[in-house]
């Protein structure tokens, strides 16, 4: 592709400037004022009201997953529980019998009753079909009698170490696994392995959003070298930086990559260990227990075993990357990365979520050189049960404005399936602390970000995540072409009409994706 965005209002570290783009097999390889005799056979474009931005970069999210839930059951929308079941059942009709019914992303937060649903619920719209549904922050598993019953699970069954099998008064499995235990039971019978045109589906849905960048949070454990070979040949057209997970440690061990090494496209992350679970299934690890309730979440992995695990892998300059959504959790991982502070930068080292933490354990945080790793949709999806489930506490949390003045990079992400992996609605969220197009007072107004720092959290500071800051996050000479054509300048608008501005196009690797609109 040869093309020239002319006159370009373009972002670059803070400002909008205006110049010419000259691409070509990728790359931007001029600027400035371009006459009509040069670069002759280029396609050009008058780029007067739009606005182009480097590609942006999801920070934290799960593409095996999205690539699944673009096709499974999605019951994220459903406001009661009646409307979750109905829904179950017309996905079953279709389906032949015995199938499972996998998917979910139900969110008991949103209904009338904000209780953990049963198997019996399910049993009653599902009677010929295993069902295993998995709730809106991939923390809890529902699963009917029938699914209960082929894993094996009855009320002789253990919980084992950092999960949960709820039971009933009875005795008996009430049909919601939590923490460790969905994920044991829910990877035993996991989904057929993705399809390469799946993960070709999901990030092309990814590049029609503006993405040319993440950070993917594996969903098993796999081997480093096959997993890389499999995606350099997929050609998924977007960069990837993977993060292993547990279960991969040896192997990533054993490859000898370093955090940064792979193809141009594929990259190592590093590990990615968990602290706590998610506040929606109330497993984040709190300092005190959830209002009205005498639990305080599940500590799945304690401040001294993440201190060894970081112990083993600084040396080989592996990276790890730590869960952390409660406040004792994100004390435990501040804690537990602060004897690493002069490498914790170099690595970039990171916790992800933070999503309440307190006051005085910020110093700490910046003073440890970690990267906060957040997802600006959550703060105004999770605000009700935030309110609800922290109290008073509520506001020391999504705190995105009081880290970036401690100096504390901001990374930006969706953590897609659990939210829509959608930049513009994270800027947005950013920056007004509201939901579109919804008329109510902002949430902790005082954490909003700038426009500026807003974007630089999902371009400039996600690529340095995911160790491409020499090859794009930012606009200039040499850089690969990833960039968005927005249909507006929003730095004209007032933050209000941000709603309007519409990813025009991206483009990636030399080609150009276009949203189906
Ligand atoms: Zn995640």
């Known amino acids: 592709?040869?093309?020239?965005?002319?006159?370009?209002?373009?972002?670059f570290r803070g400002n909008v400037l205006r110049s010419d783009l000259v691409i070509s097999e990728g790359k931007i390889i001029q600027m400035g004022k371009v006459s009509s005799r040069d670069f002759p056979g280029f396609e050009r474009w008058d780029c007067g009201n739009m606005l182009v931005l480097p590609g942006f970069i999801d920070s934290h999210l799960h593409l095996e997953a999205l690539a699944q839930a673009l096709e499974d059951l999605d019951l994220r929308d459903?406001?009661?529980?009646?409307e979750v079941l109905s829904k179950v059942a017309k996905f079953a009709e279709k389906l032949p019998q015995g199938a499972w019914i996998t998917g979910g992303r139900w969110n008991k937060n949103n209904w009338e009753k904000k209780v953990f649903p049963t198997k019996r619920a399910l049993d009653s719209v599902t009677k010929?079909?295993?069902?295993?549904?998995?709730?809106?922050?991939?923390?809890?598993?529902?699963?009917?009698?029938?699914?209960l019953q082929i894993l094996h699970i009855d009320r002789e069954t253990p919980d084992p170490p950092g999960g949960k099998i709820l039971k009933e008064e009875d005795g008996e499995p009430s049909g919601i696994l939590l923490e460790n235990a969905a994920d044991i039971y829910g990877g035993k019978f996991a989904h057929p392995e993705s399809k390469g045109s799946d993960l070709k589906r999901a990030t092309r849905y990814l590049l029609e959003r503006g993405i040319t960048g993440v950070n993917w949070f594996l969903e098993k454990g796999e081997e480093p070298f096959s997993l890389f070979s499999r995606l350099d040949a997929l050609d998924l057209?977007?960069?990837?930086?993977?993060?292993?997970?547990?279960?991969?440690?040896?192997?990533?061990?054993k490859s000898r990559l370093k955090s940064g090494d792979g193809s141009q496209r594929v990259k190592l992350g590093g590990i990615k260990l968990f602290a706590d679970?998610?506040?929606?299934?109330?497993?984040?690890f709190m300092l005190e227990p959830y209002e009205g309730l005498s639990n305080s979440g599940i500590e799945v992995t304690p401040r001294r075993e993440l201190e060894e695990i970081i112990r083993v892998l600084a040396p080989r300059e592996v990276a790890v990357s730590v869960h952390a959504i409660g406040d004792a959790a994100v004390r435990n991982s501040t804690l537990a990365f602060f004897p690493f502070r002069d490498l914790n930068s170099k690595l970039r080292n990171r916790v992800e979520h933070v999503q309440l933490i307190q006051p005085q354990d910020r110093k700490t945080f910046s003073e440890s050189g970690l990267l906060a790793s957040v997802q600006p949709i959550?703060?105004?999806?999770?605000?009700?049960?935030?309110c609800r489930l922290w109290g008073e506490r509520v506001r020391y949390s999504y705190p995105y404005r009081s880290l970036l003045d401690l100096g504390i990079p901001v990374a930006f992400g969706s953590d897609a399936p659990v939210?829509?992996?959608?930049?513009?609605?994270?800027?947005?969220a950013a920056c007004t602390r509201k939901t579109p197009f919804i008329e109510e007072d902002p949430f902790l107004p005082q954490e909003a970000l700038t426009l500026s720092q807003a974007l630089d959290a999902y371009t400039f500071w996600g690529a340095w995540s995911m160790y491409q800051e020499k090859a794009k996050g930012e606009i200039a000479l040499g850089r690969?072409?990833?960039l968005v054509l927005l249909s507006e300048n929003i730095f004209r608008l007032p933050l209000s009409q941000m709603g309007k501005a519409r990813v025009l196009l991206t483009i990636s690797g030399g080609k150009i994706f276009r949203p189906d609109l």
């Not at 057209?237 to 061990?253: G, K």
């Open 1 to 11: 592709m040869n093309l020239i965005l002319k006159n370009a209002p373009y972002y």
């Open 78 to 82: 459903c406001v009661s529980l009646q």
């Open 128 to 147: 010929e079909h295993p069902a295993m549904l998995w709730s809106k922050d991939g923390h809890a598993l529902w699963l009917n009698s029938l699914a």
């Open 237 to 253: 057209e977007i960069d990837l930086t993977i993060w292993f997970p547990r279960e991969s440690l040896e192997s990533v061990l």
């Open 277 to 284: 679970g998610a506040l929606g299934s109330q497993s984040a």
């Open 378 to 386: 959550h703060a105004i999806s999770d605000r009700e049960m935030a």
């Open 419 to 428: 939210e829509e992996p959608s930049p513009l609605k994270g800027i947005y």
């Open 480 to 482: 690969k072409a990833d």
